[in-house]
């Protein structure tokens, strides 16, 4: 289990020409070496959000799924469909911390095929091949026209109350690329508000069934 979004050395701040819209994408220290958006076109690519689901209702430590997908609208390929979620981790306010970043959800398994057999080591990654270098965000390759794309996370929920996450598309990772609603409608985003419970319900099991079941046990007959 991997505790909130992934993270990879420091983080400097993106000047304005790399901003990729509205997406939050924050560039990993990295040294030289080519350009990152070479070969990436400079043009804007029309998005659309087909399916968002994740449970209004949730409860700590209960397994639960994120799914984004998303469509291209356009003409062309989108170089590299990617989507940021910003909202996994929260700023703990707690003296002392050497990391003020703390998750609301332990991510589980993210979006992207698993390498068979699995490679990844757990201290570092979660499985699933979408992940990037960059903060909270995840990419599923090139996008072709009228296609979708799906992308999925196992979470477990950690921290109760309240929680607003927002997501938001990009079509590239570099910058360059650009992701919009169609007929000019802004960027390719949203959000949930998430009510996570702080005790998970109770569950019995049906001696008449045999069958695990939440709530309170049935009635004798």
């Not at 992934?6 to 020409?17: D, E, F, M, Q, T």
């Not at 043009?43 to 209702?57: E, G, S, Y």
Request: charge should be positive; charged fraction near 15%.
């Amino acid at each position: 289990m991997v505790l909130g979004a992934r993270s990879r050395g420091a983080i400097p701040a993106l000047p304005a020409a790399l901003a990729i819209g509205a997406t939050g994408l924050a560039l990993s220290g990295c040294g030289g070496g080519a350009r990152a958006d070479a070969g990436e076109p400079s043009r804007t690519f029309n998005l659309a959000i087909v399916r968002q689901r994740f449970p209004a209702k949730q409860t700590i430590a209960r397994p639960t799924e994120l799914e984004l997908q998303v469509r291209n609208d356009g003409s062309g390929t989108v170089p590299d469909v990617a989507v940021s979620v910003d909202s996994l981790n929260y700023a703990s306010s707690h003296p002392g911390l050497a990391d003020r970043s703390r998750p609301v959800w332990a991510i589980e398994q993210g979006p992207g095929p698993i390498a068979k057999p699995p490679v990844e080591t757990q201290e570092v990654s979660v499985p699933g091949g979408a992940q990037t270098a960059y903060v909270n965000t995840w990419a599923l390759g090139p996008l072709p026209a009228g296609q979708t794309r799906t992308f999925t996370w196992k979470l477990v929920p950690i921290k109760p109350g309240v929680h607003v996450v927002h997501f938001s598309f990009a079509a590239g990772l570099a910058g360059k690329a650009r992701a919009a609603l169609a007929g000019g409608g802004g960027a390719v985003q949203g959000a949930f508000t998430v009510d996570i419970a702080g005790k998970p319900p109770r569950s019995v099991v049906d001696p008449q069934t045999g069958r695990v079941q939440t709530g309170s046990a049935p009635a004798a007959p």
